[in-house]
């Protein structure tokens, strides 16, 4: 495993530099540290913390992206939108990467880096002690040059508006993942949770094309291991796979469904003597 700090190479980067399919696994709706740690000695590549719709808090997400760290997986922390500071906010607790929803095209885009990135790229609030900073040990200026280098910013494409400038939003310094969300996006062209529905598919490729033309990496929901081979092939090297909320109800069906038919099979059974308390 790679040293933290300075000398820290994030796993994703380095394999998506290498054209390689990067996969992930989303611990949602637990914050417990021991599983993540499970799923990082797995061998995930990363880890999505979703702050979006979940209810975790800001020292719960800390410690997840220790346990990321403990392990060599990445952690993702997918931010709540909450002014200039939210974006930031998933690096400073630890993220090496962050997925910022809905961003609603080229002006959108600019305001995400300008939040989400240090000088000469962006604007990020600089404070220089937070985990990744070796809570102050590394200097700011390495710190910073560290951070726009090895840390990861992913945005979401959910949305029409993104589609239709997707172009520009590629073309945007700063960005390293395009990632469409195939739920919102569905609802976005009025055909709510058909993410296989025409304008949805018609989405993957422009974004396939303006990400090839830009020069970033992509990616989306693999869903089925057929679902995801088509991603690959259309260029997606970022994959997210399934989550512990989807493993667990699985596992729990197929529990259900090998038990519950259960029935006496007519066998004698030992029973006790009502009046004398000794078995027959």
């Keep these: 495993m790679q040293g933290h700090g300075i000398d820290r190479r994030n796993r994703v980067l380095a394999k998506l530099r290498n054209d390689e399919v990067v996969i992930g696994i989303s611990c949602t709706p637990v914050a417990s540290p021991q599983l993540v ?8 590549d990363f880890l999505w913390i979703d702050m979006e719709h979940q209810n975790y808090s800001d020292d ?23 002014g200039r500071h939210g974006c ?16 609603m095209g080229k002006e959108d885009a600019a305001s995400i880096v300008r939040d989400a ?3 000469p790229v962006g604007l990020r609030g600089l404070d220089g002690i937070e985990p990744l900073a070796e809570y102050g040990r590394i200097p700011v ?10 840390t990861f910013l992913l945005i979401q494409i959910e949305d029409r508006e993104a589609v239709d400038e997707i172009e520009e939003i590629a073309a945007q310094p700063g960005i390293d993942i395009l ?25 993957y490729e422009k974004v396939a094309k303006a990400a090839a033309r830009h020069g970033k ?20 090297r970022f994959i997210t796979t399934t989550s512990v909320i989807g493993l667990v109800r699985k596992g729990l069906e197929q529990v259900h469904s090998q038990f519950q038919d259960l029935r006496p099979s007519g066998a004698l059974v030992a029973t006790k003597d009502r009046t004398n308390g000794k078995g027959e």
């Design 217 to 236: 990496w992509w990616g989306a929901p693999g869903g089925t291991l057929e679902n995801t081979q088509h991603l690959v092939d259309l260029g997606a």
């Design 37 to 44: 740690e499970l799923m990082g000695l797995t061998g995930f």
């Design 141 to 150: 200026r390495d710190y910073m040059e560290w951070s726009n280098r090895e």
């Design 179 to 203: 990632f469409v969300g195939p739920g919102d996006l569905s609802q976005s062209y009025g055909f709510p949770g058909n993410g296989k529905c025409a304008p949805v598919m018609e989405a």
């Design 117 to 119: 990135r240090f000088s």
């Design 60 to 82: 719960q997400v800390v410690a997840m992206c220790q346990a990321c760290r403990a392990t060599d997986m990445e952690p993702m922390v997918r931010v709540r939108r909450e």
């Design 88 to 103: 930031f906010r998933g690096y400073e607790m630890g993220g090496t990467g962050i997925m910022v929803p809905h961003c």
